[in-house]
């Protein structure tokens, strides 16, 4: 496809670029933007069409309309880093010079390779579509997910689903297998892989042990309870201990009542439905977990999303709301519930909390905070995001969290008033129809959640809690400094480290796990499909040692697979203490 110049204009006669090329393909402009056609073969491949947005950029010399020079690289802060700067809050952020590049951009020349791979896959996958179309039957799969499965997961699948045959501390064993047809099927070959250091699990404060206060307490309530309760408590199946965990957890979370369900999944996916309705409104963040959007769909109630973590964008639909009202009738909403995060898995960031609850309170909505991932993992003594940014608990209408990951349990909770709890235990289908929860998974929260309070008479819980947040502090600077992009809050022990490209999904693990490391990797459909990831989750049970090991084979694996993309490679202090304003800008 070439390109004619015309006139004066480096953009062709009246600023508009004309095409030339076999394929006759046309440059037109449409409302304020430029779509190109690019006509398919009859019977074949469909006709494509792009449309590009119009460039607001100002050159050099001033001509508006002109592209910007190549040196020049535009950034649009939003209101929240004008005011506050990237990081978790306003005491709280680290300013750098040349921005936040916590949250740094993705390079170009990445995005363009990927999306070449993507435009790519999509003509090979329409035109296997168009071929079935031509048959007697409707094809079975012919949307792009199902090819993506096919024909780029099979290729890196044994990425994921690895058994382990060890308890997931800060170092586990894991059965070896290998694959003789391209990862359609495995083969055990009996070897055991020993003592790999895990940078996998959501083990954040070390309780996933079975040695020490917590495993004996369990195995102690093993022996008089056993291991099921085979009813569900509102028939025989409320035990003495589950009243205790869920006085224990209102004590922890400084709210009037608590219950605890047996799966942190449904938690939100059958208590949402309960708490709203037809008629109802749900503002849910654009980056939140799936148990809040199946919840949310479960609901009936009407769901409109905001960009994530932007408070402007929060607000523009509050407003609308009041406003407008519901769809045709206009008749005032009957509840507006907002749904967000502490701690975003896949991101690493932390929710402006503040800001919510300012609006909140200012739009006369309700909030519902999933602390899956911070409860016990953030403030000075372990409460979540709510202590860390020193805000009253009754400010949050309905706080929930999970004891799967700071506590080495299984199960969830909801806290809040005594008439919300009260509420749910008759109208939730989760505490009606599930199953209690086991227990001696009950009392090893119990154990874990009394040692982070202090209240088993030591401080081995604040310990811990300490040591997760300078183990998270030392894990992501060293990353930096290396010159990775690393998305997240600084204090935040969800770590995510951006590969990009899905082809480096199966090679970082793979290289990884053959130097004794076990990481996690995201892609598609979990992240949009030129945002791979490679996700490190920081435990207060990794040792200095530990994380030093790790960070040389990432480094090493990241030259390996040329990963360092960060242009803003943070400079190492040795002989003073670590500032986070120094900075380097590679002119690479």
């Not at 990445?110 to 179309?133: P, R």
């Not at 693990?509 to 004794?516: F, I």
Request: neutral net charge.
């Amino acid at each position: 496809m070439g390109v004619e110049q015309g006139g004066s204009s480096p953009l062709g006669p009246g600023g508009a670029p004309s095409l030339k090329g076999p394929g006759k393909h046309l440059l037109k402009p449409y409302l304020g933007t430029w779509r190109i056609i690019l006509p398919g073969t009859p019977g074949v491949l469909p006709s494509v069409c792009l449309t590009l947005p119009p460039h607001q950029e100002v050159s050099s010399d001033g001509a508006p309309g002109a592209y910007p020079s190549k040196n020049k690289r535009t950034h649009l802060p939003t209101v929240w880093e004008l005011e506050s700067g990237a990081g978790v809050g306003r005491s709280f952020r680290g300013e750098r010079k040349g921005g936040p590049w916590t949250f740094e951009e993705r390079p170009g020349v990445k995005v363009v390779s990927a999306g070449k791979h993507c435009v790519l896959c999509g003509i090979v996958n329409k035109s296997e579509v168009y071929k079935d179309v031509l048959s007697e039957f409707v094809p079975l799969y012919q949307d792009f997910e199902n090819f993506y499965t096919r024909n780029l997961y099979m290729r890196i699948r044994d990425s994921w689903n690895r058994p382990i045959c060890s308890v997931p501390g800060a170092k586990f064993d894991i059965l070896e297998r290998v694959s003789y047809d391209y990862n359609w099927t495995f083969k055990y070959t009996g070897r055991i892989v020993n003592d790999v250091i895990n940078m996998g699990s959501y083990n954040y404060l070390g309780f996933a042990e079975n040695s020490g206060v917590c495993a004996d307490a369990a195995a102690e309530i093993t022996l008089k309870y056993g291991v099921g309760v085979c009813s569900t408590r509102r028939e025989i199946g409320n035990l003495d201990k589950h009243e205790e965990l869920e006085k224990l957890a209102a004590k922890f979370l400084g709210v009037d009542a608590a219950m605890a369900f047996g799966m942190g999944f449904a938690t939100n996916s059958m208590n949402i439905p309960a708490l709203v309705g037809k008629g109802c409104l749900i503002l849910s963040d654009e980056l939140n977990h799936a148990s809040l959007v199946l919840g949310a769909r479960l609901s009936g109630a009407t769901i409109r999303v905001f960009k994530h973590n932007n408070m402007q964008s929060l607000e523009k639909l509050l407003k609308d709301a009041i406003v407008h009202g519901q769809p045709r009738t206009h008749r005032p909403w009957k509840k507006i519930l907002i749904l967000v995060e502490g701690i975003y898995s896949m991101e690493g960031s932390i929710v402006h909390l503040p800001d919510i609850v300012s609006l909140k309170k200012k739009y006369k909505a309700y909030l519902y905070l999933d602390e899956a991932h911070s409860i016990g993992a953030l403030g000075p003594t372990g409460r979540g995001v709510v202590e860390y940014f020193g805000l009253d608990p009754r400010d949050v209408d309905i706080m929930m969290g999970t004891f799967t990951k700071s506590f080495g349990a299984a199960g969830g909770y909801i806290g809040g008033t005594k008439e919300l709890v009260d509420y749910l235990r008759t109208h939730s289908h989760s505490a009606v129809y599930a199953t209690s929860m086991s227990p001696p998974v009950v009392e090893q929260i119990i154990a874990s959640m009394k040692c982070i309070m202090g209240e088993d008479g030591t401080t081995l819980g604040q310990e811990r809690v300490q040591q997760l947040a300078e183990n998270t502090r030392y894990f992501r600077r060293k990353l930096q400094e290396m010159g990775f992009i690393i998305y997240g809050n600084d204090d935040s022990p969800v770590v995510p480290m951006m590969l990009y490209m899905p082809a480096k999904i199966g090679a970082f693990g793979r290289e990884m796990l053959k130097r004794n490391i076990g990481v996690v990797v995201v892609g598609f459909p979990a992240t949009p499909i030129i945002e791979s990831r490679a996700r490190f989750c920081v435990s207060a049970a990794h040792t200095k040692e530990m994380l030093d090991t790790a960070l040389n084979v990432i480094n090493e694996v990241g030259d390996l697979l040329q990963l360092k993309y960060s242009r803003h490679r943070l400079v190492p202090l040795l002989d003073r203490p670590f500032d986070e304003t120094t900075y380097e800008e590679n002119e690479d």
